[in-house]
């Protein structure tokens, strides 16, 4: 270990130890609650979130894999068990027959459409609700400043316009 580690001062230390605890804790949380509410993972219900906001809610696996943070070996698993409860189906992309598109069914919407208000709730009650309206603000900027360094690309980091907008730019909820 090198000597000259830039060592974190114990405030410091007391927020990461914190981030950790809530990065450990919070997927847990979300699990349980799809698992009871859907028989879904969070994982699962990601890959289904972001189908109901693509266009036409389809997209191709390299582009879901991108967006859910996903290899393509473990999406691929992933998508065909959501196709085997008929959530989601595949199909040769028509522009570019070597790639496959993962497309939403009415089934797999229907699920999102239910599954997203006990989603919004849960995220309310365990992280919104606790926090005043300052430190949502605050906790927004904090996690653009970390996404910046953990996420340069945007991959799972639309841009601040898109998010919580619908189709004609107005606020409003959004499934995930």
Do not use: K
Request: glycine share 6%.
């Amino acid at each position: 270990m090198p000597s000259d580690a830039l060592w974190l001062t114990p405030s410091e230390l007391r927020a990461w130890l914190g981030l950790v605890a809530v990065a450990e804790l919070l997927p847990a949380q979300l699990d349980s609650q799809l698992q009871h509410d859907a028989g879904l993972t969070h994982f699962e219900y990601q890959v289904l979130a972001m189908l109901s906001e693509a266009r036409s809610r389809t997209l191709r696996m390299s582009d879901l894999a991108r967006r859910t943070n996903a290899t393509l070996p473990r999406l691929s698993h992933v998508v065909r068990r959501l196709e085997d409860r008929g959530l989601v189906e595949r199909a040769p992309c028509a522009d570019d027959r070597r790639a496959t598109n993962a497309h939403l069914t009415a089934a797999g919407w229907d699920l999102v459409v239910q599954t997203a208000p006990g989603h919004v709730a849960t995220a309310r009650a365990l992280v919104v609700d606790a926090l005043s309206a300052e430190q949502v603000a605050q906790l927004e900027d904090l996690t653009r400043t970390m996404l910046l360094r953990l996420d340069p690309e945007g991959r799972l980091t639309p841009p601040l316009d898109e998010v919580g907008r619908d189709d004609e730019g107005r606020d409003g909820a959004s499934a995930t």
